[in-house]
T-cell receptor
Framework: GAGVSQSPRYKVAKRGQDVALRCDPI?????LFWYQQALGQGPEFLTYFQNEAQLDKSGLPSDRFFAERPEGSVSTLKIQRTQQEDSAVYLCASNGKGGYANTGELFFGEGSRLTVL | AQRVTQPEKLLSVFKGAPVELKCNYS??????LFWYVQYSRQRLQLLLR??SRESIKGFTADLNKGETSFHLKKPFAQEEDSAMYYCALSGLSGGYQKVTFGTGTKLQVIP
């Protein structure tokens, strides 16, 4: 497709379950960002990939959060042993340039809304 | 560290009235500033960036480095402007341009 695609759009998990959220960026985009957006808040940075390399994971809130992008295209955000505070919309964004050439113009997916009961 | 502050959660204006959405930032280097918009049931998308110095949908924003501000303005609000607006800063961090967002302002244009 032409845009960033995320799945699932909605996920309900029981506390303690593991979840996996997928992001399919725009073809050829080097940079990929994950953000967490809690209700009434702005997008909070989680992690950044340049191709397959995870250059920054400083925003991941705990070691229960893990992200990967093994072939430099599709990325998966995994949350283990989900807690209620993990309930949020998880946004994926990509753009075409990497490193110093990267700009702030990001192309966003529609997000995956996670609800932990 | 980079930080973006949007002091207003909600801004309500009447149609035809001027709009100003406030944004202040904190960054030690030379930032690139952006405004993103999210209309109802749509994805977050870029509205404008400071380096373009252009007007998009009647909106403009000027980077004021002295006041570390990047306020978004429109002289006459339209109903279709109702949306969430996020100010964002792109700054060099660990070898890449990290993008940090504010908490957002909901603009409500009253007919």
């Amino acid at each position: 497709g032409a845009g960033v695609s995320q799945s699932p759009r909605y996920k309900v998990a029981k506390r303690g379950q593991d979840v996996a959220l997928r992001c399919d960026p725009i073809s050829g985009h080097v940079s990929l960002f994950w953000y967490q957006q809690a209700l009434g808040q702005g997008p909070e940075f989680l992690t950044y990939f340049q191709n397959e390399a995870q250059l920054d994971k400083s925003g991941l809130p705990s070691d229960r959060f893990f992200a990967e992008r093994p072939e430099g295209s599709v990325s998966t955000l995994k949350i283990q042993r989900t807690q209620q505070e993990d309930s949020a919309v998880y946004l994926c964004a990509s753009n075409g340039k990497g490193g110093y050439a990267n700009t702030g113009e990001l192309f966003f997916g529609e997000g995956s809304r996670l609800t932990v009961l | 560290a980079q930080r973006v502050t949007q002091p207003e959660k909600l801004l309500s204006v009447f149609k035809g009235a001027p709009v100003e959405l406030k944004c202040n930032y904190s960054y030690s280097g030379s930032p690139e500033l952006f405004w993103y918009v999210q209309y109802s049931r749509q994805r977050l998308q870029l509205l404008l960036r400071h380096i373009s110095r252009e007007s998009i949908k009647g909106f403009t924003a000027d980077l004021n480095k002295g006041e570390t501000s990047f306020h978004l303005k429109k002289p006459f609000a339209q109903e279709e402007d109702s949306a969430m607006y996020y100010c964002a800063l792109s700054g060099l961090s660990g070898g890449y341009q990290k993008v940090t967002f504010g908490t957002g302002t909901k603009l409500q244009v009253i007919p």
